[in-house]
């Protein structure tokens, strides 16, 4: 995401950003709680799980390297009842909320990268929604390996099948059934803590679909040099 801005917004971030580690498991942003940093994603992934008011979680999308979390500082909201938690440890730069809203006031440049960012990411949430309402869940387990694949160097995701269940609002036990039939088939390995990404291809033919639209969606709203809207 920093990396894709025009240098005069880059700089007006720069002298406020400090890279900080994300740990397995942390909670970037808590429900109902002031969000006082936007962080941009280095290296790593940050679930975004909605909580319900009797304490069921499921994820709705995920952000890397591709993207920032704090997205309801740009939208003028300073919290969210949605959680913000590190499902894979990485490095992220972190600006205070204060200073990010102030070089976004400052250029409509900016502005409107973060603006398309954001459309892309709703769009991202949409697909999530419809996935889990409309396909089955080995297609839906292959899509989440491949935007997971996408956000990664290397094919090694770092999960457990216990987290998978929670990201995938499914039993534990259905879960570790497709998975398994996954590894038989060569599309994965899976060991205790990771799985491998063996065979992306077949994993694109299985998903479908369910993957896709909102990968285009991105390439086609931030994939072009920086302007204001």
């Known amino acids: 995401m920093l990396a894709a801005l ?12 400090e890279l900080v580690t994300l740990a397995l498991g942390e909670m970037v942003i808590a429900p109902d709680e002031p ?3 936007v962080h941009f994603i280095q290296q790593g992934i940050v679930s975004c799980i909605g909580v319900a008011t009797d304490g069921e979680r499921i994820e ?17 909201a300073d919290r969210t009842p949605d959680e913000g938690l590190v499902q894979m440890s990485g490095l992220a730069w972190a600006i205070p909320k204060d200073a990010f809203l102030g070089a976004m006031r400052s250029s409509p440049c900016l502005h409107g990268h973060l603006l398309r ?18 396909y089955k ?12 694949h996408d956000r990664v160097d290397g094919d090694v995701l770092p999960t457990t099948h216990q ?3 929670l990201m995938l609002g499914v039993d534990r036990s259905g879960l570790t059934t497709i998975v398994r039939r996954f590894v ?5 390995e899976s060991r205790r803590g990771t799985i491998t990404i063996v065979d992306r ?4 033919m299985l998903a479908g679909a369910a993957y896709g639209r909102p990968e285009a969606e991105y390439e086609r709203l931030l994939g072009q040099e920086p302007t204001s809207i």
């Open 184 to 188: 038989r088939e060569g599309l994965i």
């Open 60 to 76: 709705f999308a995920v952000v890397g390297r591709e993207g920032l979390v704090g997205l309801p500082l740009l939208m003028g």
């Open 201 to 204: 291809t077949r994993l694109l």
């Open 117 to 134: 960012y954001a459309q892309a990411h709703h769009v991202l949430v949409a697909s999530t929604a419809l996935a889990n309402g409309r």
């Open 163 to 165: 987290f998978l269940s």
């Open 6 to 17: 025009a240098p005069a917004d880059l700089a007006l971030l720069e002298p406020h950003l």
């Open 35 to 37: 969000i006082t940093h």
């Open 137 to 148: 869940v080995d297609a839906r387990l292959a899509r989440w390996l491949l935007m997971c």
